[in-house]
């Protein structure tokens, strides 16, 4: 079966800081893809960044980049240039074909003025 | 501004009572999905449609009834519900492509009596 794992129930970050959370995974299928999706307490979730797993180059997105190692099954998301509206819980979530979506327990980021 | 909308914000219902929650998105997503999410957990899948045909049901009491009436709308029907199912109920719509993210609504918050 699969798994998604967040080590992290909580971090916090100075604001303009750099920070990483991980996430790693556990799966037999070869067609899956990674995201990580962000969750403010206003509860809307918003898709921060996606990975094909086939894909070897690392996602970016402006301030958001993921650190993906398949073989280590790992996908960190690194935050840059940390800001308060960053403040949420992060959630890394894993689908493959056919359907199979699991998200992992997430970690709440907590930025520091 | 949410792309995909979820009435009512808030429920409340006892258990003898039948409601329905309602999603629509106009992005022509052909995929459609619900999920429950307990408070500072996860969400966890419940029900995918892919163009309007139920393709996943994960294993949910019959107590709750989706039902997609056109590529747009999302319901889900509830009857004799138990306290353990107060939660937040979120609707997402996707493109339809395991790669493609899902665009999640505000959500539902269901509380049972």
């Known amino acids: 079966a699969q798994t998604v794992t967040q080590s992290q129930p909580e971090m916090s970050v100075q604001e303009a800081e750099t920070v990483t959370l991980s996430c790693t995974y556990d799966?037999?299928?070869?067609?899956?893809?990674l995201f990580w999706y962000k969750q403010p307490p206003s509860r809307q979730m918003i898709l921060v960044i996606r990975?094909?797993?086939?894909?070897?180059q690392n996602a970016t997105e402006n301030r958001f980049s993921v650190n993906f190692q398949k073989a280590a099954k790992s996908f960190s998301l690194k935050i840059s240039d940390s800001q308060l509206g960053d403040a949420a819980m992060y959630f890394c979530?894993?689908?493959?074909?056919?359907?199979?979506?699991?998200f992992g327990k997430g970690t709440r980021l907590h930025i520091l003025p | 501004d949410t792309e995909v909308t979820q009435t009512p914000k808030h429920l409340v219902m006892g258990m003898t009572n039948k409601k329905s929650l309602k999603c629509e998105q106009h992005?022509?997503?052909?995929?459609m999905y619900w999920y429950k999410q307990k408070a500072k957990k996860p969400p966890e899948l419940m029900f995918v449609?892919?163009?309007?045909?139920?393709?996943i049901n994960e294993s949910v009491p019959s107590r709750f009834s989706p039902e997609c009436p056109n590529s747009s709308l999302l319901n889900l029907h509830l009857h004799a519900l138990q306290p353990e199912d107060s939660a937040l109920y979120l609707c997402?719509?996707?493109?339809?492509?395991?790669?493609?993210?899902?665009?999640f609504g505000d959500g539902t918050r269901l509380s049972i009596l």
């Open positions: 799966t037999s299928e070869s067609d899956y893809y």
């Open positions: 979530a894993y689908r493959s074909v056919p359907i199979k979506i699991i």
């Open positions: 997402a719509s996707s493109r339809g492509n395991s790669n493609q993210p899902q665009h």
């Open positions: 990975q094909e797993a086939y894909k070897q």
């Open positions: 992005m022509g997503h052909r995929a």
């Open positions: 449609y892919s163009y309007e045909k139920l393709s």
